[in-house]
């Protein structure tokens, strides 16, 4: 059973950081891409950034240069460090895993429960 389990939101002004950490629980698979979507009330889901197994990121446009992502494989943790923020970065943060398990062809996607950011102006 694979878990997604994200920490580190909260309130902050704008101009400030904050810092998610997310930490996936897996046993004999393989993790690809990690990745940090974030949903504002009454808009769609959104990718804030990715980043591979090998490192290489990819970043929305609205975060390039503020945001920053990485990940501990041995730990099996993704980070994303939020320098800047602005109150239109406020939304419900989710972590997002996709997962092979060892061996195999397929992979497997999955989500966190979300953790709430909300950047006062």
């Known amino acids: 059973q694979v878990q997604l389990v994200e920490s580190g939101g909260g309130l902050v002004q704008a101009g400030g950081s904050l810092r998610l950490s997310c930490a996936a629980s897996v046993s004999r698979s393989t993790i690809k891409t990690m990745a940090w979507y974030r949903q504002a009330p009454g808009k769609q889901r959104e990718l804030v950034a990715s980043?591979?197994?090998?490192?290489?990121?990819n970043y929305a446009d609205s975060v390039k240069g503020r945001f920053t992502c990485s990940r501990d494989n041995s730990k099996n943790t993704v980070s994303l460090q939020m320098n800047s923020l602005k109150p239109e970065d406020t939304a419900v943060y989710f972590c997002?895993?996709?997962?092979?398990?060892?061996?195999?062809?397929?992979?497997?996607?999955?989500w966190g429960q979300g953790t709430q950011v909300t950047v006062s102006s």
């Open positions: 980043i591979t197994s090998d490192g290489s990121t």
């Open positions: 997002y895993a996709i997962i092979s398990p060892l061996e195999q062809p397929y992979t497997f996607q999955y």
